[in-house]
Structure formats: structure tokens, C-alpha cells
């Protein structure tokens, strides 16, 4: 098995909004705003290599939005998916699967692209299957009031409309290994509806994509709850059962959505857990 980083693009977020009711004189020391309160978002993704397949987990937003829609989100930097993918050899055409944590916009856009016509959508990966789970599919096309904004129709129903859509199969209880990804996964309700936080055995490491459980290295004490989360106060513990294991087991854990922090691993002080090391991908994949 190889990992390899896939940087879909970076873009912007208000920090209120990132870190809820944590006060910014807090949070601006370890995710600091620029003059319109806007902290750096990178949309990380990760290909797994393993015999003939090439598992990519989430593609970020894409580019089939509108300008006014980007325009809210200040994109920057020059990460694009494809050429990420080239970097390691890779065409999107290869993917076979296309593992999506939730189906949020910034988390799944990229799977859906304009035809070549531009009147309609289409599959970006026309190779691969896409999986979620039938809870959060169902939570993402019904979408309450709150999250509406964030699961957008061309995002998610071509993927149902191309026959591509797969749905993992569920453990009874919130963890177990996923027979059709080949790796354990970790289902939390806090952010969304049934999100699936993959835990990946690589040598001897574990590495867990953490998506938007722990957005930051800047979110980990545990009252550092998104203001974009529906159940809060389901995620503390949902990220404290993360967080304390990560401590005891020494797991890598891979975050999407920090720009600055690529990969880290936490430990246990008297405060809680806390930050222990940050490694660059190229450290640890």
C-alpha cells in the first residue's frame, strides 16, 4: 500500500464560524485572521494506492461553481486535484473509488463536473464507484434548513443518476472495518448526519483522515466546536473518544483542513490532550 497527499485547493473561512463560541483573542494565536476575520482552509484529500485499486478520500469543492460562489470563499494558492494527481503519476480517469466522508460541498464537489456541453453534470471519476453511507445520503438530500447551503443537488445526485453511487455497509455499532474500502471507519454525528472518519493501517502506523472532526490542529481542546457543527455537544465526545486514542496509540492523524499543519500526534497533559508533534506528509506517508 502507498498514501499520497492530494491537495485540492486552498480557501478561506470566518474564524468565528471555524471555532463557534471560543473567543478570538483564543483561537487567532494558533489560526490567525486576516483584516476581514478570514483564517487559511486547505482541502486535503488522500489517495491510497493498494494492489489495482486507487481509493481517493473526498475531492474537495471542485470548479463547476459559479464565480459569486468562490467569491465567498477567497480561494488561494495554486493546488489544483489534477495536477496533484500528476505529481504522483496519477489521471483522475485511475481512481476506482472515490471515498467521500460527508457530502458537504467543500468535502465532495469535485466529484461532479460540467458535461462538455455545459448543460448539465457528470461524474468526474467516470471509472469509479463513490461511496457514502445510506444514513448520510439521505440526510444530504433531504437537507434541513441549517445545512441546505451545503449540500448542493449537482453535487450529489449525479452521482446516483450515473449508477455510481455505492453505499458502505454499516456496523452496529459506531466503528468497524469496511469490507469494501479495505479500512476501519469511524462514524460520528455531531457535524453532520452519519460522517465517516476512515482509520488506515500503513505499515506501522495508523493514520486517521479526520475530516471535519478535527478541522485544525488549533481545534483540539475539546470545547473547540465548529459553529457549522448541527450537534455539538454530540462532538465533544465523539472527538474526545478520537483524541484519547490517538493519545494512548500513537495514531497519525491527517488533517484536511489545516494549511499550515499537515500531519500531527497529540498526547496527554494535564490540561487534556494536547498537540505532540507536526509532520509534513513526506515525514509520514
Known amino acids: 500500500m502507498k498514501l499520497y497527499p492530494i491537495e485540492s485547493g486552498n480557501f478561506k473561512l470566518d474564524g468565528g464560524a471555524m471555532f463557534g463560541v471560543v473567543p478570538k483573542t483564543i483561537w487567532n494565536k494558533t489560526n490567525p485572521a486576516d483584516a476581514n476575520n478570514l483564517i487559511d482552509i486547505a482541502a486535503r484529500c488522500l489517495l491510497i494506492e493498494d494492489e489495482k485499486r486507487l481509493i481517493l478520500i473526498d475531492t474537495g469543492m471542485g470548479d463547476k461553481q459559479s464565480d459569486k460562489f468562490f467569491g465567498y470563499y477567497s480561494l488561494w494558492g495554486t493546488h489544483s486535484l489534477d495536477s496533484s494527481l500528476l505529481k504522483y503519476g496519477f489521471h483522475r480517469d485511475d481512481i476506482t473509488d472515490v471515498f467521500m466522508t460527508h457530502l458537504h460541498f467543500d468535502h465532495c464537489g469535485g466529484s461532479i463536473q460540467w458535461n462538455s456541453d455545459k448543460n448539465g453534470y457528470e461524474p468526474a471519476f467516470k471509472n469509479a464507484k463513490f461511496w ?154
Not at 459553529?227 to 486514542?245: F, Q
Open 132 to 285: 457514502t453511507n445510506e444514513n448520510h445520503w439521505e440526510w444530504a438530500t433531504k437537507p434541513n434548513a441549517r445545512e441546505k447551503a451545503s449540500f448542493l443537488a449537482e453535487n450529489i445526485l449525479p452521482m446516483q443518476e450515473s449508477g455510481q453511487l455505492n453505499f458502505v455497509e454499516r456496523p452496529q455499532s459506531d466503528f468497524g472495518f469496511s469490507k469494501e474500502l479495505g479500512f476501519d471507519i469511524y462514524y460520528v454525528d455531531g457535524h453532520t448526519e452519519k460522517q465517516m472518519i476512515p482509520y488506515i493501517q500503513y505499515k506501522d502506523k495508523t493514520i486517521v483522515f479526520c475530516a471535519d472532526l478535527l478541522a485544525t490542529a488549533g481545534h483540539i481542546p475539546l470545547p473547540y466546536v465548529m459553529g457549522y457543527d448541527t450537534r455539538p455537544l454530540l462532538t465533544m465526545p465523539e472527538k474526545s473518544k478520537l483524541l484519547n486514542a490517538a493519545a494512548d496509540k500513537n495514531y497519525y492523524l491527517f488533517l484536511e483542513h489545516d494549511a499550515h499543519n499537515q500531519i500531527i500526534t497529540v498526547e496527554h497533559t494535564e490540561k487534556g490532550v494536547r498537540l505532540k508533534d507536526v509532520f509534513t506528509c513526506e515525514d509520514v506517508l
